[in-house]
């Protein structure tokens, strides 16, 4: 279990979920991790440290990449997997709706890419892996800002997989069908019933399975991946 050892992680999002299950999963494969997320503090297993980080502020990624860079020497590893939703449909979207989604789920994502890719490209090495959704594919009714910025987040990592190829940095998106995480619990239970219903293997997906696919991103097992999205959604996408 040593896939991430001797690399230096930075995991956004990474109170509750998705993001909490990545954390924990590449401390468990030796990776030094730093987890962040909105809320002021989080308990986690030896090996995690914590930090507050609101990912639409710059500012606040500049110090969060500048204080890990003094601290451990670089970061190997950028998880972008912070995200809200905004349920509304487009013509019941407001403008400050979007403005948040937008801010956190794709500003959020670019402001990642840019304050460490200085530091990768000087090494010659790092691996990006942005979170978006089986919606950034395809699409259901509403949600229309959560659907933009998924879809934003599958070109933004094929842009910059393109632009950084041959320099060593791979940029990859990771695309989570259904997942039961405290997200979708707070979700409409009817929602929640008509996704799993439609998904070919008949259940929820659990955090820990989109987090052992960005075990696999993150490590050098995916050397010669960049550009792709590794779809983790019981089929979902396959009909």
């Known amino acids: 279990m040593n896939r991430l050892d001797g690399k230096v992680a930075l995991v956004t999002g990474a109170g509750r979920g998705i993001g909490r299950a990545i954390a924990e999963a590449f401390a468990a494969e030796g990776a030094t991790v730093i987890a962040t997320s909105q809320s002021a503090s989080h308990d986690f297993a030896p090996g995690i440290r914590y930090q507050q980080h609101d990912v ?13 860079t003094a601290e451990y020497g670089r970061v190997d590893v950028l998880v972008n997997n912070a ?6 449909p487009l013509h019941e979207l407001s403008s400050s709706d979007w403005d948040r989604v937008v801010a956190v789920n794709q500003t959020g994502v670019f402001y990642g890419m840019r304050e460490v890719m200085p530091g990768m490209l000087e090494r010659g090495s ?10 950034g594919n395809s699409a259901v009714a509403g949600a229309h800002a ?3 910025t998924k879809g934003a987040v599958r070109n933004m990592s094929k842009n910059a997989a393109i632009t950084f190829a041959t320099s060593g940095v791979r940029v990859n998106s990771l695309h989570p069908g259904f997942i039961a995480t405290p997200l979708t619990d707070a ?52 009909q």
């Open 146 to 148: 959560y659907h933009a």
């Open 56 to 68: 639409a502020d710059e500012n606040d990624w500049r110090r969060i990449v500048e204080e890990t």
């Open 126 to 135: 790092g691996s990006i892996v942005n979170v978006s959704s089986i919606w």
């Open 187 to 238: 979700q409409d239970p009817a929602v929640n019933e008509y996704v799993v219903s439609q998904t070919p293997m008949g259940r929820a997906g659990r955090p820990e399975e989109i987090a052992a696919g960005a075990v696999f991103l993150a490590s050098d097992e995916s050397s010669f991946m960049t550009g792709a999205e590794l779809v983790i959604d019981g089929g979902y996408l396959a």
């Open 83 to 88: 995200g809200i939703i905004a349920y509304e």
